[in-house]
């Protein structure tokens, strides 16, 4: 019986990670998928005159993205959502995650603002109740304010034409 509790031990360590290494890292569960957005109101990131509240997102189908300027995916998916504003996909509003406030300034000024509106999260405390693990992750609400969709890393043209696209064209219906 002793000799067989190494092997036991082995084999359900196998097992586990084995289970992790055949996970997809980009599909987290959120337990916010169908529930209304988390309650909150957040100041406009500094040079922008819209912050971002709960009750900004009811009414239109939409995407929030959250996004820091020292985040490296977050420029990789920024001329993604600039193509969405300038063809008028989508509304897009932004959640600032934890950067100094001149730095998000900057960024959207340099890179261009896709956002309708930016709310400047400089705690997380926001993006926690989101059930945000990193940045970059985009979230699609529907009319109602609920959230729909949980995307986590970069936006790329696939990720839209594959994933958000269709969902948001159902979700418009």
């Known amino acids: 019986m002793l000799a067989m509790l190494p092997v036991?031990?082995?084999a359900g360590l196998t097992i586990v990670l084995g289970w992790g290494l055949g996970r997809n890292a980009q599909v987290i569960p959120s337990a916010l998928i169908g529930k209304e957005?988390?309650?909150?109101?957040l100041?406009?990131?500094?040079?922008?005159t819209l912050g971002l509240s709960s009750a900004d997102l009811k009414g239109e189908v939409s995407l929030v993205?959250?996004?820091a300027s020292w985040c490296t995916a977050c420029r990789e998916e920024h001329p993604v959502f600039m193509?969405?504003?300038r063809t008028g996909a989508v509304p897009i509003h932004g959640i600032n995650?934890?950067?100094r406030p001149g730095d998000a300034e900057k960024?959207?000024?340099t890179m261009g603002d896709p956002y309708t509106r930016t709310g400047a999260d400089l705690n997380g405390r926001v993006s926690i109740d989101w059930g945000v693990y990193g940045v970059p992750e985009t979230f699609v609400v529907d009319k109602q304010g609920r959230i729909a969709f949980k995307h986590v890393g970069a936006v790329t043209p696939d990720v839209y034409r594959t994933k958000l696209?269709?969902?948001?064209?159902e979700l418009r219906k």
């Open 8 to 10: 036991s031990v082995f």
């Open 37 to 41: 957005v988390p309650e909150f109101s």
């Open 43 to 48: 100041p406009p990131v500094q040079g922008r």
């Open 65 to 67: 993205n959250v996004f």
């Open 83 to 85: 193509e969405l504003k």
């Open 97 to 99: 995650y934890k950067d």
């Open 107 to 109: 960024w959207l000024n």
């Open 165 to 169: 696209a269709p969902l948001i064209e």
